[in-house]
């Protein structure tokens, strides 16, 4: 079964404008993950955060992650064409319940942007 | 290229028949997982390699599902009897198994499987 959420399940977007991702999981986690997948492909890791952090930048991508409400968020700025995709949370485990490193996602968000 | 291979990309079986996928992962990476994804759907863990040693099974795994990594190497996931909720895109991921890089895993491209 699933453990995040990811909220809303849609976003359409003009090109330039920024889009605001939410996801929220169940468990006590070690880190978070956000993955991009394009249409028919494979799932590209995009940034991760540990369970102690609170927010991380990588170029256009801002994570934040708030243990306390279970809940992370991702950012993408001045959006692109070429950012249209699915994007997805993943949730690792505490090394106790999870010694494989296996990865829990969210059901995703279908990200548009328009030209 | 290389990243993670998987083969066929595609496949369309008739309900009943056995099913074989194949991944290559990254040569240096001892960690593969296997992983199913339905439309609109996430990714959900299905089973994970160390080396040659499958270390975790889900319960989506039913006893119709055989997954090996017989040198640690490549990886085969079967499916034998396949019914028609199997279709799905069967993805593999590996990854390496040392604390610094121990969280990021790479993907293959999947395996969408049809089952008429």
């Known amino acids: 079964s699933q453990q995040g959420e990811e909220d809303p399940q849609a976003l359409s977007i003009q090109e330039g404008e920024n889009a605001t991702m939410n996801c929220s999981y169940k468990t006590s986690i070690n880190n978070l993950q956000w993955y991009r997948q394009n249409s028919g492909r494979g799932l590209v890791h995009l940034i991760l955060i540990r369970s102690n952090e609170r927010e991380k930048h990588s170029g256009r991508l801002r994570v934040t992650l708030d243990t306390s409400k279970k809940s992370s968020s991702l950012l993408i700025t001045a959006s692109r064409a070429a950012d249209t995709a699915s994007y997805f949370c993943a949730t690792r485990g505490g090394m106790i319940y999870n010694q494989g490193g296996k990865l829990i996602f969210g059901q995703g968000t279908e990200l548009s942007v328009k030209p | 290229d290389t990243g993670v291979s998987q083969d066929p990309r595609h496949k369309i079986t008739k309900r009943g028949q056995n099913v074989t996928f194949r991944c290559d992962p990254i040569?240096?990476?001892?960690?593969l997982y296997w992983y199913r994804q339905t439309l609109g759907q996430g990714p959900e863990f299905l089973t994970y390699f160390q080396n040659e040693a499958q270390l975790e099974k889900s319960r989506l795994l039913s006893d119709r599902f055989s997954a090996e990594r017989p040198k640690g190497s490549f990886s085969t996931l079967e499916i034998q009897r396949t019914e028609q909720g199997d279709s799905a895109m069967y993805l593999c991921a590996s990854s390496p198994a040392s604390l610094r890089s121990y969280n990021e895993q790479f993907f293959g491209p999947g395996t969408r499987l049809t089952v008429l």
């Open positions: 040569s240096e990476h001892n960690r």
